[in-house]
């Protein structure tokens, strides 16, 4: 009788019997133990890899060995082994040594641990900063524009899992911007770029006064105002440097001539951002009165209101006469008063006639003179070459930009 199935405690018995037909007794063989079934080793790892297959700390391959089956034996032999893997390097495998052998002579094949990927060195990280430099002042400003600080991330083995993206750097003093290089296997590098002072908002100028196209008088008294300021991160620049004009602000400005002028603030920053403003202004012969009479009219014998009419004489002379003073009354008899004279309009019943005439002296004066005794501007009107019935228009045109316009009729 052969036994093949596995179990335990199993028995065998059989009879024989002669050719006179005689058998035996029963004869019996019992504990018969059958264990066909190899024990098995099982491996595991520690620790375990993380989410992308990686370890960046020596791992350790353990291996046990377990006696399987429906039957077992038991254990007799079992001098397996497992080892530390340390070396850097991916999909590596620890296979065990030693032996496992159950009481009934089975022997566990070998086991492997395997996909072993250890990596200890940290990836590279490198910046750069565009632009490379800051203006000369140390900032960067309006002219630069904000920089930008770039990460370049590298690793040779397990590979880059996150890289820190580009930094646009804001505004502000003495900035650190920092990245952060992380690879698969969980190593990580940083570097970081120090004092970075980004001011990229201009200054703003308030100027007050002289305001947009103000007039003013000649001589008047009047005092600039105006302020600068800087909302950005570097300030102003301390002093008439940071903000200033061509005379301080609450100090007098120019109104020592008439004519059009330019008063213009400059601003500017540490960071070497600038800003200006400029107004235009006017200085004007004031139209007040002027030593006892009206200023900046004509004045008797010839009237202001255009009603004056004098009589048509050979060689006769109408006196034109007309005062300017400044803002303090002070008749102005400087040269240069004047800048031109003429005839502009004439008009004979109904016909008028657009004219643009010099006008004719009686006097060697081609020009208006100034008299000190009266401080007046005198042009003796020459009328000889004048018309009896006619009505004839005449413009000064002062050197502030402005006209004293008069007429008179002849009969």
């Known amino acids: 009788i052969t036994k093949s199935g596995e179990g335990t405690n199993q028995s065998a018995s059989g009879t024989c019997k002669d050719k006179a037909d005689n058998v035996s007794d029963p004869a019996s063989v019992t504990g018969i133990d059958i264990d066909k079934t190899k024990p098995v080793i099982t491996g595991s790892r520690a620790p375990l890899a993380n989410t992308y297959g990686w370890n960046n700390t020596d791992v350790t391959a353990n291996f046990a060995c377990a006696d399987t089956g429906s039957v077992q034996s038991g254990l007799n032999i079992n001098t397996v082994t497992g080892a530390t893997l340390s070396s850097e390097g991916a999909g590596q495998f620890v296979t065990n040594s030693g032996s496992c052998t159950d009481k009934a002579g089975n022997t566990a094949d070998s086991s492997t641990v395997s996909g072993i990927s250890i990596d200890k060195t940290n990836p590279t990280i490198v910046l750069t900063i565009t632009p490379g430099s800051p203006a000369v002042t140390g900032w960067y400003n309006v002219a630069t524009g904000k920089p930008t600080v770039t990460f370049t991330c590298g690793d040779s083995l397990s590979g880059v899992a996150s890289c820190t993206p580009p930094v646009l750097v804001g505004e502000g003093a003495n900035q650190t911007i920092a990245g952060t290089a992380m690879d698969k296997a969980g190593n990580s590098a940083s570097t970081s770029i120090?004092?970075?002072?980004?001011?990229?908002?201009?200054?703003?100028?308030?100027?007050?006064?002289?305001?947009?196209?103000?007039?003013?008088?000649?001589?008047?008294?009047?005092?600039?105002?105006?302020?600068?300021?800087?909302?950005?991160?570097?300030?102003?620049?301390?002093?008439?440097?940071?903000?200033?004009?061509?005379?301080?602000?609450?100090?007098?400005?120019?109104?020592?001539?008439?004519?059009?002028k330019n008063f213009t603030v400059n601003a500017k920053d540490v960071a070497g951002n600038t800003a200006s403003q400029t107004n235009s202004y006017g200085v004007f012969y004031s139209t007040g009165a002027c030593l006892g009479s009206a200023g900046h009219t004509i004045l008797q014998p010839i009237n202001f209101t255009g009603d004056s009419v004098f009589p048509r004489k050979q060689g006769s002379t109408v006196p034109a006469k007309f005062r300017v003073c400044d803002a303090n009354g002070n008749s102005i008899g400087s040269a240069g008063v004047v800048n031109d004279f003429r005839i502009t309009q004439i008009v004979a019943g109904t016909v008028l006639n657009t004219t643009n005439e010099l006008v004719d002296s009686t006097t060697p004066d081609s020009v208006f003179r100034f008299d000190p005794s009266g401080g007046q501007w005198i042009y003796n009107i020459s009328t000889k070459n004048y018309n009896a019935g006619s009505t004839y228009f005449f413009r000064v045109f002062l050197n502030d930009g402005t006209n004293i316009d008069f007429d008179f009729g002849l009969k």
């Open 194 to 260: 120090m004092h970075i002072n980004v001011d990229v908002t201009a200054p703003t100028i308030n100027l007050i006064n002289p305001g947009i196209s103000g007039s003013y008088l000649l001589n008047q008294s009047a005092n600039a105002s105006y302020g600068c300021s800087d909302s950005g991160s570097s300030g102003l620049v301390a002093g008439s440097a940071g903000c200033g004009g061509p005379v301080a602000s609450g100090s007098q400005f120019d109104t020592a001539s008439v004519g059009s």
